[in-house]
Every structure is written in structure tokens, then in C-alpha cells.
């Protein structure tokens, strides 16, 4: 498949919980975003990702990539500490046995 019709290679799912499977799926979305989320710099930045796939024909991760900053733009990630152990303490030295 070319075009508007190429699928992602893995969906994206909004919060609401609908699902973009293809670019027309997400050039759709885009389009019906009230005017003022539809001109941040994100979303801007997402229509040029999209553009570019289509009209280059490039790979859909840089699409989805675009969509997904977007999406997610203002939530700001913090490192948990507690998700991982640390790996020092774990093994012994030869030499301490």
C-alpha cells in the first residue's frame, strides 16, 4: 500500500481510546482538533512528519513519532528510582569468596 492508506507500524491509541491505524486515520484527527490545539508547535511539527511520509515516501515510525510527541506534549517524565534495583552489590569478586 502507498499513500494515506499505509497502516502504522504499530497503532496508536488516544486517550480517549479510539485507535489511528493509518495515516488518513491521523491526518483525520489532526484535522478535527480545535484550531487552537491544531496550531501548536507540536501538532505543526506532526503534520510536517506526516507530509514528508507521504509525499517521500518514508518510513511510518517518523509519522507515528510526530503524532505521538504531540499527544504527549506537557506531561514530563520523571525518573522513578524505585522501578529499578541498582546493579552494584550483586556479584562478589573471586577474590572476596
Do not use: C
Amino acid at each position: 500500500m502507498s499513500g494515506w492508506r499505509r497502516a502504522f507500524d504499530d497503532t496508536i491509541v488516544l486517550p480517549d481510546g479510539r485507535k489511528l491505524v493509518t495515516l488518513r486515520d491521523a491526518a483525520t484527527y489532526i484535522t478535527e482538533l480545535p484550531q487552537a490545539e491544531h496550531d501548536a508547535p507540536e501538532w505543526q511539527a506532526a503534520i510536517e512528519a506526516l507530509m514528508l511520509v507521504i509525499e517521500l515516501g518514508g518510513p511510518t515510525m517518523f509519522a507515528r513519532i510526530g503524532v505521538m510527541r504531540a499527544l504527549n506534549r506537557g506531561q514530563v517524565r520523571q525518573f522513578n528510582p524505585a522501578r529499578k534495583d541498582p546493579h552494584w552489590g550483586k556479584r562478589k569478586l573471586k577474590r572476596d569468596q
